[in-house]
């Protein structure tokens, strides 16, 4: 049984910075790839970044490109995306996923999602 739990939301002003966690357990971590995903009012959720296990392989959305940052710590089963100059259209609800395949985490498709964590961004 996977579980995937977000954490790091907050309120913040634009142009702050904010770094979110997901804590990833019940699966094995090495055989995913994993994502973030936001879903903002009136918008479908879209993708904004995917990183497979070594890190090798990078995607990010190109609204968030300079801005975001995505890492994993493999030590922790641990996903995390750094966010900086934030600004009111970065807010959203933001979901952790994993998929074995990274290019189907970009399509939207996820073997496995969180339950989101609320980022709110005002100016």
């Known amino acids: 049984q996977a579980q995937l739990v977000e954490s790091g939301g907050a309120l913040v002003q634009a142009g702050d910075s904010l770094r979110l966690s997901c804590a990833v357990s019940?699966?094995?971590?090495?055989?995913?790839?994993m994502g973030w995903f936001r879903q903002a009012p009136g918008k479908d959720r879209a993708c904004v970044a995917t990183?497979?296990?070594?890190?090798?392989?990078?995607y990010y959305t190109d609204s968030v490109k300079g801005r975001f940052t995505i890492v994993r710590d493999n030590t922790k089963n641990a996903l995390y995306l750094h966010m900086n100059g934030l600004k009111l259209e970065d807010t959203a609800v933001y979901y952790c996923?994993?998929?074995?395949?990274?290019?189907?985490?970009?399509?939207?498709?996820?073997?496995?999602w969180g339950q989101g964590t609320q980022v709110t961004v005002s100016s």
């Open positions: 019940g699966l094995t971590f090495s055989n995913y790839a």
């Open positions: 996923a994993a998929h074995r395949t990274s290019l189907r985490l970009r399509t939207g498709d996820a073997e496995y």
């Open positions: 990183i497979t296990y070594y890190g090798d392989s990078i």
